[in-house]
C-alpha cells in the first residue's frame, strides 16, 4: 500500500519559513516523480513544484520561484519543499504527489498524500 505522508506544516509570520517534508513508503520511490500542489479553500488546485526522479531537474510555479525550493532524498524515500519569504498568499493545504512523469499536471500524479496546513499570517 503506497503512502505519502506530509509534516512541517504549521502557522508562520509573513516573510518567515517552514520546510516541508513527504515521506514515501509502499512504492519504489526513485522512480517516481515527485510534487508538490496546493489547495486553499474554495480554490482549485494549483501546481507548486516538481523535481524530477533522481532529482536532476527541478520546475516550479511562477507564483513561487526564487522563493521555494524542492528537493529528494532518495536514500530515505522522502521529498521536501523548503518555502522561504512566505507570504499570505501561500496560505494553502500543501500535497505531495508521486508520478510516473515528470509533470505539473496534477492528472498525471498516481499517488496523494493527505496534505499539510500552511497558515501565513501578515
Known amino acids: 500500500q503506497v503512502q505519502l505522508v506530509e509534516s512541517g506544516g504549521g502557522l508562520v509570520q509573513g516573510g518567515g519559513s517552514l520546510r516541508l517534508s513527504c515521506a514515501a513508503s509502499g512504492l519504489s520511490f526513485s522512480n517516481y516523480a515527485m510534487g508538490w500542489f496546493r489547495q486553499a479553500p474554495g480554490k482549485e488546485r494549483e501546481f507548486v513544484a516538481a523535481?524530477?526522479?533522481?532529482?536532476?531537474?527541478?520546475t516550479y510555479a511562477d507564483a513561487v520561484k526564487g522563493r521555494f525550493t524542492v528537493s529528494r532524498d532518495n536514500a530515505k524515500n522522502t521529498v521536501y519543499l523548503q518555502m522561504n519569504s512566505l507570504k499570505p498568499e501561500d496560505t494553502s493545504d500543501y500535497y505531495c504527489?508521486?508520478?510516473?512523469?515528470?509533470?505539473?499536471?496534477?492528472?498525471?500524479?498516481?499517488?496523494w498524500g493527505q496534505g499539510t496546513q500552511v497558515t501565513v499570517s501578515s
Open positions: 504527489a508521486a508520478s510516473n512523469l515528470y509533470s505539473q499536471l496534477a492528472a498525471l500524479y498516481s499517488y
Open positions: 523535481i524530477r526522479r533522481s532529482g536532476g531537474s527541478t
